[in-house]
């Protein structure tokens, strides 16, 4: 069965940096698109960044310049590394594959950012 394990996140201050790992399994990792997402207290869950199959990026304006997106097929993992850190990045962080008409997410990993 497919499983997305997030991990990495945590308390920092304003401006410090976290680097949230996803392992993914029970999947052709390296024919997928990988997505981070995150949710807000409070807020609708928001897309945040993309890669693709192919290694092609895309992010969130907010994000944009502090955050990248990355993979490494051969752990069958994405990465999302987290500069600049603003409290209102403060979140949970989930990763997210669709795999046919089926959609899957990990469990998420806490970001929180003091100011």
């Known amino acids: 069965q497919v499983q997305l394990v997030e991990s990495g996140g945590g308390l920092v201050q304003a401006g410090e940096s976290l680097r949230l790992s996803c392992a993914a399994s029970?999947?052709?990792?390296?024919?997928?698109?990988m997505y981070w997402y995150r949710q807000a207290p409070g807020k609708q869950r928001e897309w945040v960044a993309t890669?693709?199959?192919?290694?092609?990026?895309n992010s969130l304006s907010s994000v944009k310049g502090r955050f990248t997106i990355s993979r490494d097929n051969g752990k069958n993992t994405v990465y999302l590394q987290m500069n600049s850190l603003k409290p209102e990045d403060t979140a949970v962080y989930h990763c997210?594959?669709?795999?046919?008409?089926?959609?899957?997410w990990g469990q998420g990993t806490q970001v929180t950012v003091s100011s």
């Open positions: 997210n594959v669709n795999v046919g008409l089926r959609v899957f």
């Open positions: 890669i693709t199959s192919n290694g092609g990026t």
């Open positions: 029970g999947i052709s990792f390296s024919f997928n698109h």
